[in-house]
């Protein structure tokens, strides 16, 4: 397991923005290939895309994938990232799980 992969699995999930900020600082490397590194994380590590704003997705440890630590960094990322869907979680916590029609 890379340091990477170890990151990201001690994190439960983070934005792929936030990621590259920490892989550039890290390694002292370009946001361009930071990013690029990133794109080419394949499995266990996961990503969620099209959510987001920005094209940013959610990236993700196989291990970590429904446990309460990625739940909270998921509804974190949708109110920082992805308005639409914190809006609907908002909504239905709102309502105590049901959405009158």
Same mark, same amino acid.
């Given at each position: 397991?890379? &340091? ?6 001690? &994190? ?5 923005? =936030?990621? %590259?900020? #920490?892989?550039?600082? +890290? ?6 290939? %930071? ?11 996961? +990503? ?7 094209? +940013?997705?959610?990236?993700?440890? %196989? =291990?970590?994938?429904?446990?309460? +630590? #990625? ?14 869907? #914190? ?5 239905? &916590? ?8």
């Amino acid at each position: 397991m890379t &340091k990477l992969e170890k990151y990201i699995k001690r &994190k439960g999930g983070v934005l792929s923005g =936030d990621l %590259a900020r #920490y892989i550039e600082k +890290k390694d002292g490397i370009s946001n361009d290939a %930071a990013r690029k590194r990133i794109q080419r994380l394949g499995s266990p590590i996961h +990503k969620i895309t099209g959510l987001f704003w920005d094209k +940013k997705s959610f990236v993700y440890h %196989a =291990d970590n994938y429904q446990n309460s +630590k #990625y739940f909270d960094d998921l509804i974190d990322a949708f109110k920082s990232d992805g308005k639409r869907c #914190y809006a609907i979680i908002n909504a239905i &916590k709102y309502h105590h799980g049901l959405i009158p029609v």
